[in-house]
């Protein structure tokens, strides 16, 4: 049984930094590329970042030189480094793995607030 568990997230004042990280089980990681996505209230779910199995990265422009996505295959986790968070990061960070399928993790909270 695939399993992705997100963690990291939390409450953050304008400028501060987290870590969220995406923990799968039941899967050869290192054959999937990984994104990260997020959804705020009332808003799509929009692709932030890419990591492809061969650790090419690509991110949206609005969190270029800010976020860093990452991944570390022997132990099964990717992670999501964000610095100078702003409060429009404020949404629900979903992790998703993609090969011939495609798994989602459950979400963590990220809210950007003074």
């Known amino acids: 049984q695939v399993q992705l568990v997100e963690s990291g997230g939390g409450l953050v004042q304008p400028g501060g930094s987290l870590r969220l990280s995406c923990a799968a089980s039941?899967?050869?990681?290192?054959?999937?590329?990984m994104g990260w996505y997020r959804q705020a209230p009332g808003k799509p779910r929009e692709l932030v970042a890419t990591?492809?199995?061969?650790?090419?990265?690509d991110y949206v422009e609005s969190v270029k030189g800010r976020f860093t996505i990452s991944r570390d295959n022997a132990k099964n986790t990717g992670y999501l480094q964000m610095n100078s968070l702003k409060p429009e990061d404020t949404a629900v960070y979903y992790c998703k793995l993609t090969g011939w399928r495609e798994y989602w993790g459950q979400g963590t909270q990220v809210t950007v607030s003074s």
């Open positions: 990591i492809s199995s061969a650790g090419s990265t």
């Open positions: 039941g899967i050869i990681f290192r054959l999937y590329a």
